[in-house]
């Protein structure tokens, strides 16, 4: 069945200290991919997108992730974590050919310690 | 610009209840679109627009209806509330299919008690 999954349903940090959060994604094709990020009680914000060409791609706030075709997979990484950077990542995708449909992973939720 | 706005941010129901959830853009996005998040859930999607007129089913579309009469507004009506409709809903928005990048709203907060 096509899913998304993020494997970590909690992780925590200590500042300073590097991240990655996991994405793995069970489509024929390779789909379109997105991280987004929601703070406590807000909407979500795009971090990054793949859609084609270098399989690492920079995004905002430090974040950057990596496209493993032969993995299926979409990790977010940073190399310093914030304590601002507590919240919650979701990894999404859109199937080739989907009306833009997102459809998402079930989200990692991210504690950073001081 | 707003953005994508929605309104209100909270409100309680009652079961059986009917209300309407509003969503705007100002952004002259074609492709719009309803999600609820459940918690320890990601978003699921619910219904979705891609122009004034034309609306389709996401996947969880009962219990729900949805209109677009403009491009800017796309509200998400639930005629009869039940407990299983506690959840935020989300709104988004994109300019055209192939834009990809979706601009969601603040949300709103649904309890049916």
């Known amino acids: 069945a096509q899913s998304v999954t993020q494997p970590d349903i909690h992780i925590t940090v200590s500042e300073g200290a590097s991240l990655e959060l996991r994405c793995n994604y069970s489509?024929?094709?390779?789909?379109?991919l997105f991280w987004y990020v929601q703070s406590p009680g807000q909407g979500l914000q795009l971090l990054l997108k793949y859609f084609s060409g270098d399989t690492l791609v920079q995004g905002i706030k430090g974040f950057e992730a990596e496209f493993k075709r032969s993995q299926s997979s979409f990790n977010l990484r940073k190399p310093s974590v914030h304590w601002s950077d507590a919240a919650e990542y979701f990894c999404a995708v859109v199937p080739s050919g989907g009306y833009n449909k997102l459809i998402f992973g079930a989200g990692t939720r991210l504690a950073v310690h001081p | 610009n707003a953005g994508v706005t929605q309104t209100p941010k909270f409100r309680i129901l009652k079961i059986g209840q009917s209300m309407t959830l509003q969503c705007a853009q100002d952004m002259n996005h074609n492709y719009m679109y309803w999600y609820r998040q459940d918690p320890g859930m990601g978003l699921k999607l619910i219904y979705y627009s891609v122009g004034a007129g034309i609306t389709d089913k996401g996947e969880v579309p009962n219990g729900y209806n949805v209109s677009r009469s403009t491009t800017e507004d796309f509200p998400l009506r639930l005629e009869l509330a039940a407990p299983s409709q506690t959840s935020v809903y989300f709104c988004?928005?994109?300019?055209?299919?192939?834009?990809?990048?979706?601009?969601f709203g603040p949300g709103t907060r649904l309890t049916v008690t």
């Open positions: 489509y024929g094709a390779t789909p379109y």
């Open positions: 988004a928005s994109t300019k055209t299919r192939d834009s990809h990048e979706q601009y």
